[in-house]
């Protein structure tokens, strides 16, 4: 989002200078096995969550089969505020391109997912929420499994949050409610710890417009409402981004029990048998290496306690196949699950034998209902005094970023340690709104928001450049209740080709009236009293000109993208819905020994940013494994 030349200097002069801040994992020439109880398929933020639970246990073997390589040495993982830089088009990046979006004039843009160990955790903006307890609820009474509501789901809260004071340790009073979080849990959670000039304001603005953006002091959802405006959590603990690799790998990782094997592309997973009651079994998965990956470090010494822990495979061919026990588990995220399970003949038959897929298990919900929030950079121009207190001088400025990458590299503290922004505000479309006449409200209860304001004191537009002059404050706005569906679909059956990834963006009335009001509110917001020295104009023809409904519409649909939330694409269902990829308990349907566990299972996009949420499902999709399968 940033401009991406002098950023990628940065992060080539941090990577020379400062040492690894990530776990180091060492790398074997062989798996000493092809056989383990549980087979993971994806490192990512779910993934990650039940491989290091799972091995709590030393007597359960666990192999987690990651596409993308090592977050170690990686600064620009590292550090919060440099996470615009690292995706798209990077090797850390799956670099998916949406298909052309009929509801955005056409356009086709990229399609950020993190292939890395940790995943999108490892690549996100670090943004950490809950979800409404609305959503949670939903989800229990969608699945029939009271155990998704929130009043059992919030436990796992304290299982997985470590919520640590902010790098540069202010008072943090009225800034959030200590009683909503966990204080020994895993991932680190924590405030902004660097104030931004336009802080005072924002909060300013909230007492100055009364009930419509009112100030919200915890901003974690779950029990508390997230409408309202306040400060923004973050994935950070001590200036560093904290992921499920740093936290729950971390944690595991010099277990026996546990084996990672990272640049393995799951091809497809495999039948394996069929049971008496019709099930098919699905204990076996290939792979093969991604496609230019590194030859081992052979002859490099290794720790004996390590020596098993990361193999690198680089031969194409042949592809490997290793079988679990007990099950296999997709833990590949909402774009690669469905497309593995397309891959292994379970979707939509037609689609599958168009393409010479032999079908097994006939499911047209594969790769349906994908569910994504959009985002639209609403850009202001900073009057010319206050030009210096927005931090455009500072990334187009080479001097003062070296003098930003020397802070962080001494104490990780200031602008580097932060995240993008310290404010955002989540908000309902009036309920007198003509919308409604037409269509019932989306959301699944009333503290649930329509969409969301994010305040950065910097431009901030995907994929364009910071102007060469000039001072800017964004307010980003983000659909939070999406109306429209798309889908992940093959592009063809080869393993190695980019799936057709369609979210069908802006394609119902409501989602363009929801963002032709949250453009009006970023407008009303900033004309607030607390702005009126500092805001001198909107920049951009495209909204200045945006004046009318119809030319905010056209605004909206010539500029938004998205801030790549994908959910949805393998629904969980009630065991007897004829609809649905998963059960409540996530196992896939018509089969046995499948199981998938990450965002995809979620029928809706959450009422938040995301992380969150995968963290509390995997959470409790570990305890139900445990469950069903008699571990101690």
């Known amino acids: ?121 490892s690549v996100n903006y670090l943004f ?52 909503l979080h966990g204080f020994n849990g895993m991932v680190s959670v924590s405030l902004p710890g660097n104030n931004q000039s336009v802080d005072s304001r924002v909060l300013a603005a909230t007492r100055q417009l ?28 001590g200036g560093v981004r904290s992921s499920s690799s740093t936290s729950y790998l971390a944690k595991a990782n010099e ?56 193999v690198t495979e680089v031969k194409i061919d042949p592809p490997v196949i290793v079988t679990a026990r007990r099950e296999v588990i997709l833990a590949a995220g909402a774009v690669n699950t469905p497309q593995i399970l397309q891959l292994s003949g379970i979707g939509d038959s037609k689609d599958l034998q168009a393409l010479k897929i032999h079908p097994i298990i006939d499911n047209p919900s594969v790769g349906a209902n994908l569910s994504d929030h959009t985002l639209l950079p609403n850009i202001f121009t900073v009057k010319p005094q206050h030009e210096d207190r927005t931090f455009d001088h500072v990334l187009r400025n ?34 007198n709104d003509p919308i409604f006449r037409t269509t019932k409200d989306p959301t699944p209860g009333p503290k649930s928001p329509h969409w969301e304001m994010i305040v950065s004191n910097f431009f901030l537009s995907p994929g364009v450049p910071v102007p060469p002059t000039g001072g800017f404050m964004t307010i980003v706005t983000v659909l939070i209740s999406p109306t429209s569906r798309g889908s992940i679909k093959l592009r063809s059956n080869n393993p190695f080709d980019k799936p057709l990834v369609d979210p069908n963006y802006l394609h119902t009335e409501f989602d363009i009236a929801a963002m032709r009001d949250s453009v009006k509110s970023s407008l009303k917001f900033a004309a607030a009293p607390a702005f009126s020295d500092y805001i001198s104009d909107r920049y951009g023809s495209a909204f200045q000109q945006a004046t009318t409904d119809a030319k905010i519409d056209a605004y909206v649909r010539s500029l938004t993208t998205t801030i790549f939330h994908p959910f949805g694409t393998a629904a969980m269902s009630r065991e007897s819905a004829k609809f649905g990829v998963v059960n409540p308990d996530l196992t896939v349907k018509k089969t046995e020994g499948l199981r998938i566990v990450d965002a995809s299972v979620i029928p809706y996009v959450p009422s938040s940013h995301t992380q969150g949420p995968v963290y509390l499902l995997a959470e409790r999709a570990f305890e139900i494994i445990k469950e069903a399968q008699y571990i101690p």
């Open 1 to 121: 989002m940033h401009s991406p030349g002098l950023l990628s200097a940065t992060l080539v002069s941090l990577q020379l200078i400062v040492p690894s801040l990530a776990i180091t994992f060492t790398q074997s020439t062989q798996l000493t096995s092809k056989t383990y109880d549980y087979v993971i398929v994806g490192a990512g933020t779910a993934g990650l969550v039940l491989a290091s639970r799972l091995t709590e246990n030393p007597s359960i073997t666990v192999l987690v089969l990651e596409a993308g390589g090592d977050d170690a040495n990686n600064t620009g993982i590292s550090t919060p505020f440099l996470a615009a830089s690292i995706t798209p088009n990077t090797s850390l990046d799956w670099n998916y391109t949406v298909t052309p979006q009929v509801g955005m004039d056409n356009r086709t843009f990229a399609y950020p997912r993190g292939r890395v160990l940790g995943g999108c955790s």
């Open 210 to 237: 009364g009930s419509e953006f009112a100030f919200n002091e915890d901003m974690s959802g779950g029990d508390r409402s997230l409408l309202g405006i306040g400060f923004l959590q973050s994935s950070v603990g």
């Open 128 to 179: 950490h929420q809950y979800g409404t307890d609305d959503d949670w609820n939903r989800l229990a009474k969608l699945s029939g499994d009271s155990g998704w509501s929130w009043n059992n789901m919030k436990r796992y809260v304290q299982k997985h949050e470590k919520f640590v004071p902010p790098v540069d340790g202010h008072n943090t009073t009225g800034q959030f409610i200590p009683s």
């Open 255 to 310: 277990r026996p029990n546990l084996t990672v094997l990272i640049n393995a592309v799951v091809m497809k997973v495999i039948q394996t048998g069929s049971t008496h009651s019709g099930l098919k079994s699905f204990r076996s998965v290939q792979f093969t290496a991604s496609p230019g990956t590194a030859i081992s470090l052979t002859g490099k010494s290794m720790p004996s306690h390590v020596s098993n822990k990361i």
């Open 398 to 431: 080479p001097n003062q970023l070296s003098a930003q990458i020397m802070q962080w590299q001494t104490n990780k503290t200031g602008v580097l340690a932060n995240n993008i922004a310290n404010n955002l505000g989540f908000m309902r479309v009036p309920s």
